[in-house]
């Protein structure tokens, strides 16, 4: 990301807006770009959604861990994201909510009404206290999955993208570690 010139979001002149979506695909620095947009934020919050279920994934969490440092606050919620977010959101702290990707295959494995969940949680964010950036993957883009449930999964996380793309004031791509914005409606 050191080519890379990051939209101007949290100085004060251009102040976090209540609510940003960061999209990308697999390691295109989509979560490393959201870290950025918080460097000046005296309480970042870091909420969480992996589950830690074997070697690699505890790797990844620690990795992420040691990238952000110490001057974060970890939440770690792989299913309650509404509830979560309406106990911690705050005025005074920003969340960054690192996946929206990884909290739908958690909610998928608990057999969950998908649907919803997406709802609920579209219709909690005008309610939220302080700014919040969501982290999603963009799975769209490949081809279509030769199974039933890596389709619905697909379908879903589209689902899901769109709903926050709509009523988040500001949504930025991000590919080869470059952020690109979408939309800034603030």
């Known amino acids: ?51 830690a279920g074997d070697g690699e994934m505890v790797d990844r969490i620690r990795l992420h861990r040691e990238r952000r440092g110490a001057a974060w606050t970890t939440i770690e919620e792989p299913l309650d994201l509404v509830g979560t977010l309406s ?7 920003a ?16 057999n969950a009404d998908i649907g919803q969940e ?32 890596a389709r619905a999964f697909r379908d879903h996380a589209g689902r899901l993208n769109q709903s926050l793309a709509a009523r988040c004031q500001r949504v930025v791509f991000v590919a080869a570690g470059l952020p690109l914005l979408l939309k800034d409606s603030r």
Not at 17 to 25: E, I, N, Q, R, Y
Not at 87 to 93: L, Q, S
Not at 95 to 110: A, K, P
Not at 120 to 127: D, K, V, Y
Request: proline share 9%; glycine share 6%; hydrophobic share 45%.
């Open 118 to 149: 997406i709802d609920r949680l579209a219709q909690a964010l005008p309610g939220l206290k302080g700014p919040v950036l969501f982290v999603a993957n963009e799975v769209g883009l490949g081809i279509v999955p030769d199974n039933a449930m």
């Open 87 to 93: 106990r911690h959101a705050h005025p005074d702290k």
């Open 1 to 51: 990301m050191a080519n890379a010139v990051p939209i101007p979001m949290a100085d004060h002149h251009h102040p976090l807006p209540p609510l940003t979506l960061v999209l990308g695909g697999a390691r295109s620095g989509k979560s490393t770009y959201a870290e950025s947009l918080l460097t000046d934020v005296a309480q970042p919050v870091y909420l969480a959604t992996a589950r």
């Open 95 to 110: 969340i960054l909510v690192d996946c929206l990707t990884l909290w739908l295959s958690n909610l998928m494995l608990e």
